[in-house]
């Protein structure tokens, strides 16, 4: 079946450390795997993506790895700050017919200590 | 730029009343639309898609309806409300041949 799990369900780090998110996934057919990051009370917000060509993408202090073959794929968070506190969401997609369907893990509770 | 609205932002309402939430998107054609529903402190559930007017298909069986009226036009309807349609719904879109979906600023939904 479609699933996608998604590890530590909670996770709290001192600021200035790094925070690794990681989630796998169930169909091999998969080829997009975005990640949203939700604030408190607002709408998920998209932080990075990775496509399934490609091993490994980083933008700024994100970063995403994903294994094709062990269906893994994880989120690196360096020199975490305050303001990186939210939940934090996985997805795998896959393309249907005619859209694109998006599973997602059930999702990261961030909290950066001061 | 391409935006997306959803209204009201808050809702409450009584057990039994009927619900009507909308969302629009601005600045693209022929989106594909997505509604979903988040319970508090929960994930994201997918309850409807769109890809086009008048094709609406339905992810779990529910209290709920989705129509599309017009092409960047996306509603979610309920005859008779039930406690359990508490939670925030979030619409989304995205464009065809890509996968990103870009997700509105919610509808939270308070059933007593």
Redesign the interface.
Known sequence: GENVEQHPSTLSVQEGDSAVIKCTYSDSASNYFPWYKQELGKRPQLIIDIRSNVGEKKDQRIAVTLNKTAKHFSLHITETQPEDSAVYFCAASMKKTSYDKVIFGPGTSLSVIP | SQTIHQWPATLVQPVGSPLSLECTVEGTSNP?LYWYRQAAG???Q?LF?S?GIGQISSEVPQNLSASRPQDRQFILSSKKLLLSDSGFY?CAW?V?Q?????????T?LTVL
């Not at chain 2, 890509?98 to 919610?106: A, E, M, R, S, V």
Request: aromatic share 16%.
């Open positions: 594909n929960r994930g994201l997918l898609y890809v979030l995205s065809l890509t996968d990103t979906q870009y997700f509105g600023p919610g939270r």
